[in-house]
């Protein structure tokens, strides 16, 4: 498999681990039958809980840029180096901000994000 492709899946992996935390923390939080409900009043996921909904769904809205960032590498033959490096960084500032964003740093967790969104113009730069 190529290494850019391998990295891509174990993003997946991480946004998966993700969910299941954040499901884990909303069922301590609220119990399984009202996740269960229709979540019509659904209350409010607070503490690490809600932290941890937060960097899944910041996983996904990442995902969505770095999912086809790398197809479009792969595809067009363009997977180099610069293209894995950039993954890399991608993938290993996913794990430290979710990991910080469920702790609660604040500035950490934006200089993290920060990293990962260098990752992904490290592959784009090498798709013009």
């Known amino acids: 498999m190529n290494p850019d492709l391998s990295i891509l899946v174990w993003s997946v992996v991480l946004t998966f681990v993700l969910v299941l935390i954040a499901v884990l923390g909303a069922l301590m939080q609220v119990g399984l039958l009202t996740l269960v409900a229709n979540r019509e009043g659904f209350p409010e996921i607070t503490g690490w809980a809600g932290r941890a ?5 910041n996983m996904i809205e990442n995902m ?3 999912i086809p960032l790398v197809l479009i590498a792969v595809i067009a033959n363009k997977t180099n180096s610069t293209t894995l490096l950039g993954a890399q ?14 702790i609660g740093i604040p500035w950490a967790r ?12 490290m592959i784009f730069s090498q798709l013009l």
């Open 53 to 57: 909904c937060r960097a899944h769904l």
């Open 64 to 66: 969505a840029l770095f």
């Open 89 to 102: 960084i991608f993938l290993w500032a996913r794990v430290a901000h979710a990991l910080i964003y469920i």
């Open 110 to 121: 934006t200089a993290t994000w920060t990293v990962s969104v260098i990752g992904l113009i």
